[in-house]
Every structure is written in structure tokens, then in C-alpha cells.
């Protein structure tokens, strides 16, 4: 049985009660679980990562069932997220902009064309990190910047301990500024490396997923706890936790500035 002291580098604060009554509301249990992980900050910083689930709507134009992606939207918290802080878009139409993407130094033009992909007409403006969970296929998505992540991720040999503490179970992508680019870097990674339980990006943060906001909450926090008990076992050991690394500080500092 999972309870609080399952973990000891990150709260478990899933209360079944509160998801029994959310229950068949798949938009609810999204939103609780973006509630849950950003009441610890350790999980990630205020104001950085973001969540996102994918739901099975009518399509108001044809009738027809279409897959639609909840993600937060521009600006807030995942603490505080709520219905009115999240933007819907159709996942299909979200893939199609492959076909219109013409590289880096266009790269800005995509976030105009993420608003003709919005299935919701009440959504918050999408953000530049929308195209990271939409590429991805997974149901449930978490983007976070944990505190054990980004010593991890911003580490010289980042590589290399990622595949110390995770083996293959978890992917790594170079250092990329939020956007397409990104997007398709981690769905190139996902397609090299099947079965992987998430992703570091150095110098960033994390991706993290599960068929359902449960499966996805649990895999965040074994994740973190993983990447937790790994330093605090360094650090128990009295020297520098990650050889090449410059300063932790400054590099934890640098990593929560970019943006989320
Ligand atoms: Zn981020």
C-alpha cells in the first residue's frame, strides 16, 4: 500500500477519496494532479513545467470523436491550475503542423498556429512548451522542473548519471530552447528508445507520463525520488555529488530561469 512515507524526497499527497469523487471526469483528475505535484517544490519550482492529459471529444464541426489535449496554458501554476487556466486543442491538427515547420529560425511562427489547433473556444492562450506534451502520445503527461532533476540535468557528465540512476529506462535529450524543435526531439527520442519511462532534458527538466493522472502522479514521484536518493547517497559519502560539475548553485539557479 502506498502512503506518505513510501517516499522520502517528495510528498505523496494523492488522497483516494478526493479521486474517488473525480472519478469518470478525466479533466478533473488532471487538474487535481497538477494541483497535488506543484503543492511540493521541491517537484518543481513556482510558475515552471506543466501538465497535460488527452480525452476523447465530439468534434462540433463533424460529429465525429477526435482526440483533444488539456494542457496548461501560458502563465500560472500548477498548483493553482484551474479550468479556466488550461487551453484544449485538437491533438491530430497539433501533429499535422510537422508538415509546415521549416526549422529553428522560424521557430516563433508555430506558437501563432497552435491557436487554429484549439478544440476549446474558452482556452487559455497555449504556451511554448504546447507542442512537448502534443508530439508525445502519451494519455498523461507531467513537465517538471524538480529540484534532483535539474542538479541531474544540468550536471557536466548529465548523460551519464541519467543512465546511472535510470539505465534504460529513461531517455536524455541535449540542451534545446522550449519549442518545436524540442517537440520533435523528444518524439525522436521516444521512437529510438521504446518503452522508456521519461525523459531528462539537460540542463531543463523532466518528462514524465502513465495511462492514467494516478499511473503518471506515481511515475513523477518515483522518478524524483530516484534522482533524490541518488544525490542524498553522494552527498552521505562526503564528496562532490557529481564529479565535473561547476557549481550546483549557480547551474540550479541558471536551469529555474529558463523559461518554463
Ligand atoms: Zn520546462
Request: glycine letters at 10%; one cysteine or more.
Amino acid at each position: 500500500m502506498i502512503s506518505s512515507t513510501t517516499f522520502n524526497h517528495v510528498k505523496y499527497l494523492w488522497d483516494e477519496r478526493k479521486a474517488a469523487s473525480l472519478a469518470g471526469d478525466e479533466i478533473a483528475l488532471f487538474l487535481y494532479r497538477s494541483n497535488i505535484l506543484g503543492a511540493d517544490l521541491r517537484i518543481t519550482n513556482y510558475g515552471g513545467g506543466n501538465t497535460s492529459c488527452k480525452t476523447m471529444e465530439k468534434d462540433p464541426l463533424t460529429g465525429e470523436t477526435v482526440e483533444v489535449m488539456w494542457v496548461k496554458g501560458s502563465g500560472g501554476d500548477i498548483g493553482t491550475l484551474t479550468r479556466s487556466g488550461i487551453a484544449g486543442l485538437y491533438t491530430g491538427r497539433l501533429r499535422n503542423l510537422k508538415n509546415v515547420y521549416r526549422g529553428l529560425a522560424q521557430e516563433d511562427e508555430m506558437v501563432a498556429l497552435f491557436y487554429h489547433c484549439l478544440y476549446d473556444l474558452e482556452s487559455k492562450a497555449p504556451s511554448i512548451d504546447t507542442p512537448l506534451h502534443g508530439l508525445l502520445p502519451f494519455k498523461h503527461i507531467d513537465h517538471l522542473h524538480p529540484d534532483a532533476l535539474i542538479a541531474v540535468a544540468a550536471a557536466k557528465d548529465s548523460r551519464e548519471i541519467t543512465r546511472e540512476i535510470w539505465g534504460d529506462t529513461m531517455g536524455w535529450v541535449p540542451w534545446q530552447r522550449p519549442g518545436f524543435d524540442l517537440a520533435l526531439m523528444l518524439e525522436q527520442c521516444l521512437k529510438d528508445n521504446p518503452g522508456i519511462r521519461g525523459i531528462v532534458l539537460e540542463s531543463h527538466g523532466l518528462f514524465t507520463w502513465g495511462d492514467t493522472s494516478y499511473e503518471c502522479y506515481m511515475n513523477s514521484l518515483e522518478v524524483i525520488e530516484m534522482a533524490s536518493a541518488f544525490i542524498a547517497e553522494r552527498e552521505g559519502k562526503n564528496r562532490p555529488v557529481f564529479g565535473g560539475e561547476k557549481s550546483a548553485a549557480c547551474l540550479l539557479r541558471r536551469a529555474k530561469n529558463k523559461p518554463p
